[in-house]
């Protein structure tokens, strides 16, 4: 059963547009961060929100944590070809064990 | 410090061979896990441990065998591949277990026929 469901799955774009990318669950995670991966390498963290209604930018990516804390967004404005990659959530689950568990991912593609 | 490294970063397999994918870190970390990726899947977690010789299972833990003797080293051992265990294989240490910068491996990409 895949507790994070990620949309949309694909997402190909102009260099300068605008997008968000979403990932949801029916559970009430603790924290939640977002990786970005790039082809041929392993994830590396862009941020962790643990508060629910939590805002916070890393230029010009918004991340925002949902008030339930069971949904979270990430916001690029005006992308740019080194956006490219693989957009992956990932949530904090199951009490003292602390399992980090992820979501489907969202390959985005900017083009020039 | 060289982070996380795996070996092999490529690896061909017969079904029913075994074989020990390595994963080592240099961070001193306690947390360490062992990832599959497989496309439109996400990562899904394999095995991790909290600290040497301590060792659980994660969402998909059957064909696969982990040990930690050292806070350094967690391989992942294969112990009679099967074509559905074709997938790229990423190790991941952190601090502690609680909310963390997870570091990834750069992956093994793992082919059984």
């Known amino acids: 059963t895949q507790l994070l469901e990620q949309s949309p799955q694909f997402l190909s774009i102009q260099e300068g547009e605008n997008l968000t990318v979403y990932c949801n669950s029916s559970s009430v995670f603790s924290s939640l961060q977002w990786y970005r991966q790039e082809p041929g390498e392993g994830p590396v963290l862009l941020v962790t929100?643990?508060?629910?209604?939590e805002v916070k930018k890393l230029k010009r990516l918004t991340f925002q944590f949902g008030d339930a804390r069971k949904d979270s967004s990430l916001h690029i404005t005006a992308a740019q070809p080194g956006d490219t990659g693989l957009y992956l959530c990932a949530a904090l689950y199951g009490g003292a064990t602390n399992k980090l568990i992820f979501g489907t991912g969202t390959l985005l593609a900017v083009q020039p | 410090n060289a982070g996380v490294t795996q070996t092999p970063k490529f690896q061909v397999l017969k079904t029913g061979q075994s074989m020990t994918l390595q994963c080592a870190q240099d961070m001193n970390h306690e947390y360490m896990s062992w990832y599959r990726q497989d496309p439109g899947m996400g990562l899904r977690l394999i095995h991790y441990?909290?600290?040497?010789?301590?060792?659980d299972q994660g969402e998909v833990p059957n064909g696969y065998n982990v040990s930690r003797s050292t806070t350094e080293d967690f391989p992942l051992r294969l112990l009679s591949a099967a074509p559905s265990q074709t997938s790229v294989y990423f190790c991941?240490?952190?601090?502690?277990?609680?909310?963390?910068?997870?570091?990834f491996g750069p992956g093994t990409r793992l082919t059984v026929l």
């Open positions: 929100v643990v508060t629910g209604g």
């Open positions: 441990s909290v600290g040497a010789g301590i060792t």
């Open positions: 991941a240490s952190s601090y502690s277990r609680s909310v963390d910068t997870q570091y």
